[in-house]
């Protein structure tokens, strides 16, 4: 035992203790996740994204909403300006860094509210059945009804102009999808016979949808999220466009995409840099997506 | 004292017009520490009648008592202490995310035991499993050790009335008889009463003292198994049924 290193204790075959098989499972997950070289990627753009989030006063070159109207919509490279300026004269980078803030907070505000409300309600709804599924799945359907900008915008409307509450009416719009989703997931598993043997141990029904459902439903929940960021982020910089979202000072990405949209003949970047920035930011977490269903999913980890 | 009474059962599927009878009238019963076969083919409704009994199938009419107790449609927890299931398909019948030990561990849990790291252990032990299956998933393990675990499963909240699903029609010929060997030592030593279901009748011969032959929803015949043994079955349909498996 002394001589054996930590890696083989995680990676043993015949764990001592309840820890040590969830270290090992942890640890052997962490191998495959390593191992999938385009999940890793997508990883450490997301890392660098919080980094660069925490040290933003740090590594921003400038004030992100000082003006310099002299010196005003500045090609890339121009000195101490690497991106340009937009028009009215604000560093670019700089408010792409900030920016990357509040793009985070978007992001993790929709990510813990929609899909744990689409969660429960679709897996209540497929496993309780009766009417109360019927219910559930008409109030859905009433949602899914209404375009979703259309619905975030009387949300927007009722809650009052800001970025909260843009990211709230949007993740009031987007739990639909999911919650049809971890429905189907668990309209086939609610017959499989692993069910009914917790069944017939006398377990209830919250029990089995927390305890037995859940775990089968979030990793395509996690999937479907991680592909729906590009759209949420989108959609917070459409309300941003529409004076509803994100007010002007702030650099929220969406908003510098729409307010460089004007210049965007003669002056690329203005509008480039942004769209550049949310395209990196969707698609590392289209990547960390694919990866993480791979190792959320034992059987298919081998 | 019979362990199992059931009476004129009737159970059936859907309403109205999609109303399917899978089983009807069915009336046997079963002594404490017997076992006793359900045998027919696909369809016959020999599993149906395990899932009334387990109220898995909740559409029936008709009688049925375990140990003396009428059966209501809601089972109490007393009921799954007393009876437990072991399914067919033991690819099926394990969560794919939760180890062996969380298996046991939350049936041990439901039914109220303390000490659930010793009854662990102990349960592994007794179905022929050690100690280094404990924490492995259900993707790691053979077939003949997932229906270990379902064995052990079963076992856990210690029934006195064990229902068999065709416990061994998925797995290897080989790993069959170990399974067969298995349900044979665990009643001897446990004092268990069997209710097993199966179209293979030599598995039948081999584990259960009485059985009954079902068709089309409806027992036709129940016998001993010597007259089993003996080809002297009565009704048409079972002595075809004992022709095809010899």
């Known amino acids: ?302 | 004292m019979s362990m199992l009474d059931i009476n004129d059962l009737n159970v059936w599927f859907g309403h109205g017009r999609d109303r399917v009878d899978a089983v009807k009238g069915a009336t046997f019963t079963v002594a404490r520490g017997e076992s006793f076969g359900l045998v027919g083919e696909s369809g016959s409704g020999k599993s149906t009648i395990l899932r009334a009994i387990s109220g898995l199938a909740p559409l029936w009419s008709g009688g049925m008592a375990v140990d003396g107790t009428a059966l209501s449609k809601q089972r109490p927890k007393a009921f799954y202490k007393t009876v437990q299931m072991v399914f067919q398909d033991p690819y099926a019948s394990l969560h794919p995310r939760h180890s062996v030990d969380q298996v046991l561990g939350e049936t041990l849990h439901l039914h109220g035991f303390g000490d659930i790291d010793a009854r662990v252990v102990k349960l592994l032990d007794d179905v022929g499993l050690g100690q280094k299956f404990r924490f492995r998933y259900p993707h790691q393990l053979s077939g003949g050790q997932r229906q270990r675990v379902a064995i052990a499963r079963a076992l856990a909240p210690e029934p006195e009335l064990l229902l068999l699903d065709e416990p061994t029609s998925a797995l290897d010929v080989s790993v069959q008889a170990e399974i067969l060997n298995l349900l044979v030592d665990l009643r001897r030593d446990r004092g268990l009463t069997y209710v097993m279901v199966s179209h293979d009748l030599s598995v039948v011969g081999h584990m259960c003292e009485r059985l009954a032959v079902m068709q089309n929803g409806q027992i036709v015949e129940i016998m001993g198994v010597e007259t089993l043994r003996k080809m002297e079955a009565k009704h048409p349909y079972s002595q075809s049924l004992l022709a095809a498996s010899v």
């Open chain 1, 1 to 302: 035992m002394a001589d054996q290193t930590l890696r083989q204790w995680l990676l043993t075959d015949t764990p001592t203790s309840r820890r040590h098989a969830k270290l090992s499972a942890i640890y052997q997950g962490w191998l495959s996740f390593r191992g999938n070289t385009m999940a890793m990627i997508g990883l450490w753009i997301l890392l660098a994204l919080v980094g660069i989030a925490a040290f933003a006063p740090i590594l921003s070159p400038h004030d992100p909403f000082v003006q310099d109207l002299g010196n005003r919509l500045a090609p890339l490279g121009t000195e101490s300006h690497i991106l340009g300026t937009d028009s009215l004269g604000r560093d670019i980078l700089s408010r792409l860094i900030y920016g990357s803030r509040i793009t985070l907070y978007i992001v993790a505000l929709v990510a813990l509210i929609a899909p744990v409300v689409g969660l429960l309600v679709g897996t209540v709804s497929g496993y309780v059945g009766g009417w109360v599924d019927v219910v559930l799945m008409r109030i859905t359907d009433i949602f899914l009804a209404f375009p979703r900008l259309v619905l975030a915008l009387a949300f927007v409307a009722a809650l009052g102009a800001g970025i909260e509450n843009a990211v709230l009416a949007i993740s009031l719009t987007a739990w639909p999808p999911y919650a049809r989703i971890a429905r189907a997931e668990t309209l086939t598993i609610r017959a499989a016979d692993y069910i009914s043997a917790i069944q017939l141990q006398g377990a209830g029904a919250m029990r089995i949808i927390t305890r037995h459902i859940w775990p089968l439903c979030i990793s395509s929940l996690i999937v479907r999220v991680t592909l729906d960021m590009a759209g949420i982020i989108l959609a917070a910089a459409g309300l941003g466009f529409l004076g509803l979202g994100a007010q002007p000072p702030s650099p929220e990405w969406g908003a510098m995409i729409s307010e460089g949209r004007r210049f965007i003949l003669d002056h690329w970047w203005v509008a480039t840099m942004p769209g550049l920035a949310i395209f990196t930011v969707s698609l590392a977490f289209n990547l960390l997506g694919d990866g993480l269903r791979d190792v959320l999913d034992p059987k298919g980890g081998e």
